[in-house]
């Protein structure tokens, strides 16, 4: 189906595992983006990339880390998880930097 | 950084016109006014955003003051289906970072 995706949309992980979020798009959009929310912060900024190989960090980068060898795809990495952590994590894209953008359904997790 | 201000929540009565007020006093010759709204357990959706002239499309229209520290979402007939938490954000095209969503509007629509 054509749209933007998450995997897992929920997922339990221990301190200190090492957890994947995956994003799809298939618009081929040049932007993506990944945010977490959580309440009283509304949606934070953790990375952008702006195509394939160019990413940057956001408000909150810290404890994350990215990929982006395709276009389509933009994971992002919890290396060793913290309780801090938890959160919904959402996937955007965009055409371009300031056009609106497309949000997926959300991940839910939660570290334990 | 240049924030938004929005009332916690507001309720409308189902096909009204609703105006959501927000402000943004800080705001820079740069920064554009995007909307965005959030139903229950989904992602945010786009609705509508402007930069200095007020703007019109299928979902909603925003009316932007001439000084340019405030805005208003204005939905023209509210639906059941309208009912979500509204996003005020001021995004400056060539910074991210600057790009800060808020707490938003909560939206009640009553049938």
């Known amino acids: 189906d054509a749209g933007i995706t998450q995997s897992p949309r929920y997922k339990i992980t221990e301190t200190g595992r090492q957890v994947t979020l995956m994003c799809h798009q298939t618009w081929s959009h040049s932007y993506m983006f990944w945010y977490r929310q959580d309440l009283g912060h509304g949606l934070r900024l953790i990375y952008y990339s702006a195509a394939a190989d160019i990413t940057d960090k956001g408000e909150v980068p810290d404890g994350y880390v990215v990929s982006r060898s395709k276009t389509e795809n933009f994971p992002l990495t919890l290396e060793s998880a913290t309780r801090s952590q938890t959160s919904v994590y959402f996937c955007?894209?965009?055409?371009?930097?300031?056009?609106?953008?497309?949000f997926g359904p959300g991940t839910r997790l939660t570290v334990t | 950084d240049a924030k938004t201000t929005q009332p916690n929540s507001m309720e409308s009565n189902e096909e009204e016109p609703v105006h959501l007020p927000c402000n943004h006093s800080?705001?820079?010759?740069?920064?554009?006014i995007h909307w965005y709204r959030q139903l229950p357990s989904q992602g945010p959706e786009y609705v509508i955003h402007g930069l200095t002239s007020n703007v019109n499309n299928r979902m909603a229209s925003l009316a932007i003051a001439e000084d340019r520290k405030s805005s208003t979402l204005i939905l023209h007939r509210a639906t059941l289906r309208d009912a979500a938490v509204y996003y005020c954000i001021l995004r400056d095209q060539g910074n991210f970072n600057k790009f800060y969503f808020g707490s938003g509007t909560k939206l009640n629509v009553k049938p």
């Open positions: 955007a894209s965009s055409e371009y930097s300031r056009y609106e953008q497309y």
């Open positions: 800080t705001i820079s010759g740069t920064d554009y």
